[in-house]
Structures are given as C-alpha cells and as structure tokens.
C-alpha cells in the first residue's frame, strides 16, 4: 500500500496538471513545471472557474481515496510584475489555503469521514499501481474518475519512461522482482538476499537548503528549468544506479520526487547505492550549477533505517528514515546518518575503507567474531575512558589508548598480520598534540563489518550490538 500510496501522489503531480490543458483545450506549452509534490500552470484568466472547478472535483475524489489523509491545495495570481513579487504571492496564496481548510467547506465539513464505499482502494494502489503499472507504456486521465491515475488507459493519456521526454512523463519505477518475475519481492526476499545479517532498510534523501536556492531566481524560465533539471536527475539516475548489477535484485524505488527519494531493499546494498547517489548529484551540479553562486541546492543529506526485527514494517522504518535525515540535516549539511552516526561523505569512504580491512584482518583470523567483538569491547572502553577524563578535566593518555586496542587486535608474529594491525590502529586512532582520539567512522566501520558477517558461515550466531 505505500508503495502504490508513493507512486500515485508522485503520477497526480504529474497528470493532472496535464489533463487541465487538455480537458482545457489549451497547449501543451503552459505547463510549466510539475512533480515532486506540485506543479506550476499558466492559463488564461478567462478559464479560470473551469479551471478551479476542475480542480476541485479532482480534490474531492483524491480526499475520498485517501481517507482524509490527503488534500489537493491550490492557489492562482496574475503573471504581472517580476517573478520574484509573483512567486510571492503565489507562496502567500498557498499558505493561506493550506492553514484554513475548511474555507469555503460546505456544510457538513466537520462530519466524521467516511471510507469510500466501492471498496476500491486496496485493489487500486495494490494491483493498478504495483502490477499493471509496473511495466506500462502510458498513464491516463479520464472525467469519471478525476483523481485516478489509470495505466495504459483513459480518456487523455501520456506515455511514462525513466528517460527524459518533451511530451512524456519522467518516472522512477525500478523494483527488484520475485524469483517468477511476475510480483515486486517481499521485505522478506529482500532480507534473504543481502550479505550477512538478513533484513532490509530505507534510505531516504534531500537537497540542502534548495528553497533559498529557489528564491534567489529572478524568471519565471529559471524557475522552470531548475525544477525540470531537478526532477529528471532524480527520476533518471536513480533508475539507471537502481538497474545496476549490485542493486538490480535487492533495491525497490519507493519515489522519486523533485528535491528528494526514497528507497527500500537490501541492507548491505543501501550504504554503497548512497555513496554512489552522492557522488552523481556532485558531479550533476557541477556541470548543471557551476554559474550560480553559493552552496544552496549543491549538497544532499542522506539517512538510512535498518529494520531492527521481523515484525518492522515499511511504514515505521520508513518514519524512522525521516527522522534520522532530520537529526542529518540539524547536524551539518552534505552528510549521511548511518549505524547511528551522522557522517561526513568523506568520513564515510574512509568507514568503507576501514570496514574492508577489518574484514580482511578478520579473515586471516581462526574466530573473526572475537575479533570484531573484541573491538567493540574496545569502543566501549574507550567511551567510558573518554567520558571519565572529561569529568576530571584531563585527557586520556595515549599510550593506555593504544593499549587498549593492541589488546583487542591481539598480539602475532605473522607479518601480515601485524601489518594490517598497524593499518587498522592508525585508521581508528587520531593523534593529537597531547592525546589521541577515536575516528569519528570507526563505529559506522564496526557495526558495518559486523553486520556483514552475521549469518555467514565463518561467523557463526549473531555477536549482537
């Protein structure tokens, strides 16, 4: 259900604005911008109550399906003066409309809601926009049913692909498929296929600060092209970094919006897919933003949730992706919270790195399990050390630092052994002036490591947190 919920939100921003001009008899041309959660119309001020009338009847059927939980807000102003005073009024508009709802309500406004009574929305937004929608060439519209997004069919349609079209509709749909092919995999198939520990997540990511970005615009055509570059980055990369050999079977897009995403699958291939984002959205804005100044709209914060449990499902895990991409973006611009950390990307090639050589240190090893339980007895100590030289004022000396990890790591006489031990305690440890200090993505290293040898055959029972 929320994945079809996600899709049909993410296709009504997308044909209804299209359906107006249509149903309208006006050109293609006026759309300005739409998806991501909104659109931007120009129509003559002549069709205007047709226009609003439109809308409204669309608002209703959409308020109906969705029980109440969703309203279709608009607003309208002349195009007179510049697009900054416009957009103004515009954002006033939509303000005033979303804090009073019950404006203009007829009577009975106030009246417990009722579900709609055909019973259709389970097999709409299960079988319409999970299966049938899944693999089709076209999304319509029709005037019986306003708020419905119909695949393959309607009385106005449009066709749908991943690649940018002037008379389509851009859309990311990737989702990893069931063994037959036939049906989207389960959280659980989704939790049997990944490395190590069997569960799944969410990730979830946003642009920075992209409002004040769009603020600082001064037409109406920058506007548009923004939003439009935006938008197909999203629709377009994610589907092509979702179609790749790594992720194709173990990652499902849950939506694609104009500044943001969502996605579920696989634990072990959500790390690596946001690393991978990260580092296209960086060269995106470097070739798309190189002329505007200033750090606004360049950078995006990432979060991810792991399903802690069997009983987890999509919604609470998903909830919990946003509120760790809320503590992201209170904390710094331009990083991710993973494992329990917020991390710069740097920060967090430099995890991946030191998750490798613990694994391979591991390897070499007879019981890599103590090994990794061994270091997590050493964060725990170092923690309870750091917090006591903070109490009395003083810093933790480094040599008991270093001891304790050299007793973590184990003493050997292999030399392969001991050089990796070298490498590891240099990635863990900071040197200071005066003492040293523990590397902020040396945990995120850990939890990673140990996540993916849980269930494997060499480690044996879960080692726990």
């Known amino acids: 259900m929320l ?37 931007l119309v120009v129509v003559p001020a002549e069709v205007l109550p047709e226009a609003g009338n439109f809308l409204n009847e669309a608002g209703a059927r959409i308020c109906r399906l969705s029980e109440g939980r969703l309203r279709l807000v608009t607003a309208w102003t002349e195009n007179l003066g ?28 106030f009246d417990p809601f009722e579900t709609a009574a055909d019973g259709t929305a389970l097999e709409y937004f299960t079988r319409m926009l999970i299966r049938e929608f899944q693999n089709a060439q076209s999304v319509g519209w029709s005037a019986e049913y306003p ?13 749908v692909s991943s690649a940018p079209s002037a008379d389509g509709i851009t859309v990311a749909r990737h989702a990893a498929m069931a063994e037959d092919s036939a049906e989207m995999a389960s959280l659980r198939v989704l939790g049997e296929r990944a490395a190590g520990r069997p569960t ?40 092509l970094v979702c179609s790749l050999p790594e992720f194709w079977r173990k990652i499902t897009i849950l939506y694609a919006g104009g500044d943001d995403f969502a996605i579920f699958g696989s634990w072990d291939a959500l790390i690596p897919l946001a690393r991978e984002i990260q580092r296209l959205f960086h060269r995106f804005c470097e070739e798309n933003l ?37 503590i992201a973006k209170s904390t710094d611009k331009d990083c991710i919270h993973v494992l329990g950390h917020t991390l710069e990307w740097r920060q967090l090639s430099a995890a991946s790195d030191l998750r490798e050589t613990m694994l391979r240190m591991a390897g070499e090893l007879d019981s890599p399990r103590r090994l990794l339980a061994d270091l997590s007895s050493f964060y725990r100590k170092a923690a309870a050390a750091s917090r006591l030289s903070a109490a009395h004022g003083d810093y933790e000396k480094p040599w008991q630092i270093r001891r304790y990890l050299n007793r973590a790591l184990g003493e050997t006489r292999d030399r392969e052994l001991q050089r990796l031990r070298t490498h590891l305690t ?26 993916s040898t849980e269930g494997s055959s060499h480690a044996g029972s879960s080692t726990g947190n």
């Open 3 to 39: 994945t079809g919920r996600s899709r049909w939100i993410s296709l009504l921003c997308e044909v209804l604005p299209r359906a107006l001009l249509a149903r309208l008899g006006l050109a293609r041309v006026l759309l300005g911008s739409s998806g991501g959660g909104q659109f």
């Open 82 to 109: 510049d697009w900054s005073i416009v957009r103004k009024r515009l954002g006033d508009a939509m303000r005033r409309s979303r804090g009073t709802p019950a404006a203009g309500a007829e009577a009975g406004f």
């Open 147 to 159: 708020g419905l997004v119909v695949a393959g069919a309607g009385q106005y349609s449009w066709p």
């Open 200 to 239: 799944w997540g969410v990730l979830r990511g946003d642009v920075d600060n992209l409002g004040i970005r769009f603020r600082r615009i001064q037409t109406i055509e920058e506007h548009i092209q923004l939003s439009v570059m935006y938008k197909q980055f999203f629709a377009g990369e994610l589907e």
């Open 290 to 326: 190189k002329e505007f100044p200033g750090q606004e709209g360049k950078t995006i914060t990432m979060a991810v949730a792991i399903a802690d449990g069997e009983d987890a499902t999509l919604p609470s895990v998903y909830a919990e992706a946003g509120r760790l991409l809320s």
């Open 426 to 451: 240099n990635e863990i440890l900071v040197k200071g002036a005066t003492h040293f200090r523990l590397r902020p993505g040396g945990q995120v290293a850990l939890q990673w490591a140990r996540l």
